[in-house]
C-alpha cells in the first residue's frame, strides 16, 4: 500500500466558508508539484482585491491538516496552525493577503519531526518550531508575488526537504488512518479499528502524528465527507442524512457541525445552494 498516495485518495479535506464570503475578497487553492501531493494537500492564497470598509471575518473549519501561513506583505512573520476540533474565526484587516501550505494529516509531523499534539487548537510562531522553513518564508516572499513563483518556490524548497526526510510510516498508525477513512469517519474505533496494538498505543501515535485521538480524528473526517456531499437543507431533514453520517438524532448531528464550522447545517448549506 502506498501509505502517503492512499491519503490522498481517501481525504480531502473542504474549507467552504470563502464562498459565502462579501465581495473583493478571494480564495483559491493550487496543487504542488506532483511528486510533493502525497504530503502536501494544497497551496492557498486569501487575499482582497479591493480595500475592504471594515476588518473582514473569516472562519476556518475544522479539516485535519496543519498549516503553515503568513502575510505575503510581511513575511517574517509566519504561523503555524495545528489540528483543531473546533471551528477558527480570524478578524483579518481591511487589506489582506495571506499564503498557505496544507499538509495531509500526518506529513507535518514526519517531515519536521515535531509532535503535533504540541500545535493542536493554537496557532503558533513557526519559528519557534521549525525556524528553518520561518527564515526560508521571510527571505523569498514578497507583497504582489504571483502564484506562479509562490508554487515554484514551495515546490523547490519541499522538494529539497524531502529529499532529506525520513519517513516513519508505522503500520499500525496508517492501518489505522485507512480504516477510519474508508469508513467516512462512521466507525467504533474501538470495535472496528484492528491496529495491532492497545488502545492507548495508538492515542499515542494518533497524538503525536495527527494531534488529536483517533476519535477526534474520526469526527472531522466524518464531518468532512458530509461537506464533500453537499447536502440540501431538505435532504438533511426529509432524507434523515444525520443517521447515514452515524448519528442517531438530529440535535447531536447539529451541535457537532455547528462545532467544526461555526454556523447550523441549514445556514451552512442554505448558503452554497
Not at 470598509?53 to 502575510?71: H, M, P, R, T
Request: proline letters at 4%.
Amino acid at each position: 500500500m502506498n501509505i502517503e498516495k492512499n491519503i490522498r485518495d481517501l481525504f480531502q479535506p473542504i474549507q467552504p466558508t470563502i464562498k459565502q464570503a462579501k465581495e473583493n475578497v478571494t480564495y483559491v487553492e493550487f496543487l504542488p508539484s506532483a511528486n510533493l501531493q502525497s504530503y502536501i494537500y494544497c497551496y492557498w492564497q486569501l487575499k482582497t482585491t479591493k480595500i475592504l470598509d471594515q476588518a473582514f471575518s473569516y472562519k476556518v473549519v475544522s479539516d485535519g491538516c496543519i498549516d503553515i501561513l503568513f502575510e505575503v506583505n510581511n513575511p517574517k512573520d509566519n504561523f503555524v496552525a495545528g489540528f483543531c476540533k473546533k471551528y477558527t474565526e480570524y478578524i483579518l484587516q481591511p487589506e489582506f493577503n495571506y499564503v498557505g501550505v496544507r499538509f495531509l494529516p500526518t506529513m507535518f509531523p514526519q517531515i519536521f519531526k515535531i509532535n503535533a499534539s504540541e500545535l493542536s487548537n493554537k496557532f503558533q510562531e513557526l519559528q519557534d518550531y521549525v525556524p528553518q522553513t520561518s527564515k526560508f518564508i521571510a527571505n523569498h516572499f514578497y507583497p504582489e508575488i504571483k502564484i506562479e513563483d509562490i508554487k515554484l518556490k514551495f515546490d523547490e524548497y519541499f522538494t529539497k526537504i524531502l529529499n532529506q526526510t525520513n519517513f516513519d510510516f508505522d503500520s499500525r498508525l496508517y492501518n489505522a488512518i485507512d480504516t477510519i477513512l474508508k469508513n467516512y469517519g462512521v466507525l467504533n474505533i474501538e470495535k472496528d479499528v484492528d491496529a495491532g496494538i492497545s488502545n492507548r498505543q495508538l492515542r499515542r501515535l494518533f497524538q503525536f502524528y495527527i494531534g488529536e485521538s483517533p476519535k477526534t480524528f474520526s469526527k472531522v473526517v466524518q464531518f468532512q465527507n458530509i461537506l464533500k456531499a453537499k447536502p440540501s437543507h431538505q435532504s438533511l431533514i426529509q432524507n434523515k442524512l444525520f443517521y447515514d453520517v452515524g448519528y442517531y438524532d438530529q440535535s447531536h448531528f447539529i451541535k457537532d457541525f455547528k462545532n467544526f464550522y461555526g454556523v447550523t447545517p441549514n445556514k451552512a448549506f442554505k448558503r452554497t445552494h
